[in-house]
């Protein structure tokens, strides 16, 4: 067979795959076919298809945003058949020139599916969207739109130094503010609420860390109703409290969840779990806890806070203590794209880093901690559990 036989064998099984997505494949697999795909396109790609690709990037996210506001996504994702132009201008206030236009431009990039003229249907990009996590398009455009804008600008004034201070940083400059992020999330309730939704939404549809990690067995041997199991240093609303009571709902043990008095003050109590104020600069107030979990705060710290918060954690662990840290370990070599864009989020949102394994045992060493076992959860992400001790009492 010629190459372009070859070739042409191929393009027909993309294409055959395009249209036919497989269903019953592992997600493993799935992701391998999703990776393979991009790498293929991406390496034959010509000077003028890259450089409009990604000159025109952020485009597709501006333009997500109109579907997600206008409604569109809903009304197409909701739609049982492929619906004409007007029936979908019945159904959102959009001027039928430009909802035309718009729609192009949509299938032209696969956000869905044009069956014939002027009829289109929901495709999995506009189910995505129009799901409880397309909130992406509103969070991005909002609260990470003016950081991320300001990188370039940030970084050159700054000869290219990596950033450290979280009150000098892309943050900083996009939105022309002296606060810390945290602060200045606080002074802007409806980019803090939007930042809380996309934390309990940013790996949905991912496996959890309580598929992998097995918690019973290690934080709950012979508990009883007093006993502390499990305290959410940093939790945000405790969505992952909640799924530790779900997931054992017989496990005796009290669940606190611990944040600054802005989020504590919005949670509301479920699953007989305790919300506590508490600063996490300050000493740990409960103490002997059976583990101490913190889920994506060390990646908002450079190593000197991140210390300060461990040291806090280890002065009141017991024996039967450990802390579990929840967290992305990137690889040596081959990094997720997912974990990389967030590695690059946390340097423009907050001057911190998302850590390699070497770097969190340095850091675990510094604070006085011993790492017991990794126990990586998600491919996608490179999301781990980092399980450790005190060094005194391993
Ligand atoms: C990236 S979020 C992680 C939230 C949660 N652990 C999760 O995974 O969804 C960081 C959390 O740290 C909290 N936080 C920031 N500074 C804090 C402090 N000094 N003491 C306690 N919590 C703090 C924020 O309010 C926020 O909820």
């Known amino acids: 067979m010629s190459q372009t036989e070859e070739i042409e064998t191929l393009i027909a099984q993309l294409e055959h795959f395009a249209n036919a997505p497989p269903e019953d494949i592992d997600d493993h697999t799935r992701r391998n076919l999703r990776e393979a795909s991009k790498n293929l396109s991406i390496a034959v790609e010509m000077h003028g298809d890259t450089v409009h690709r990604i000159g025109n990037s952020a485009l597709q996210l501006y333009m997500a945003r109109v579907g997600y506001d206008s409604n569109l996504w809903k009304v197409l994702a909701e739609s049982e ?44 990009v506009t189910k995505a969207l129009a799901g409880a996590d397309g909130i992406a398009a509103e969070y991005f455009t909002t609260v990470l739109h003016a950081p991320f804008e300001a990188i370039p600008r940030y970084l050159k004034s700054h000869n290219y130094q990596n950033p450290t201070n979280p009150i000098d940083s892309p943050w900083q400059e996009g939105y022309q503010t002296k606060d810390h992020p945290f602060l200045w999330l606080q002074r802007h309730p409806d980019h803090f609420n939007l930042f809380m939704q996309w934390m309990r939404l940013n790996r949905s549809g991912l496996p959890s860390w309580l598929d992998t990690f097995p918690l019973a067995q290690i934080i709950g041997q012979n508990t009883n109703n007093d006993t502390v199991l499990f305290v959410d240093v940093g939790s945000g609303l405790g969505h992952q409290s909640v799924e ?47 583990a101490y979990y913190l889920r ?99």
């Open 296 to 394: 994506m705060i060390l990646h908002d710290w450079v190593d000197g806070p991140a210390i300060e918060i461990l040291k806090n954690q280890i002065s009141a662990m017991s024996e039967e203590s450990v802390i579990l840290i929840d967290e992305i370990v990137l690889p040596k070599k081959g990094a997720s794209w997912r974990a990389t864009q967030m590695d690059m989020t946390m340097l423009a949102a907050v001057a911190a880093m998302e850590r390699s394994e070497n770097q969190w045992y340095g850091l675990l060493n510094e604070a006085g901690l011993e790492i017991v076992k990794i126990w990586k959860y998600t491919e996608e992400c490179d999301d781990c559990i980092i399980v450790a001790k005190p060094t005194n009492l391993v």
């Open 244 to 290: 530790v009571r779900e997931r054992f709902p017989d496990l005796p043990g009290r669940v606190i969840i611990q944040d600054t008095p802005q989020v504590i003050g919005t949670v509301e109590p479920s699953h007989k779990i305790e919300p506590q104020v508490y600063d996490f600069f300050k000493p740990q107030p409960i103490h002997g806890a059976r």
């Open 81 to 124: 058949s492929a619906l004409s132009i007007a029936q979908i201008g019945e159904k959102i206030c959009f001027d039928p020139t430009l909802l035309k236009r718009v729609l192009r431009y949509y299938q032209s990039l696969r956000m869905l599916e044009q069956p014939e003229d002027d009829v289109y249907v929901a495709n999995n």
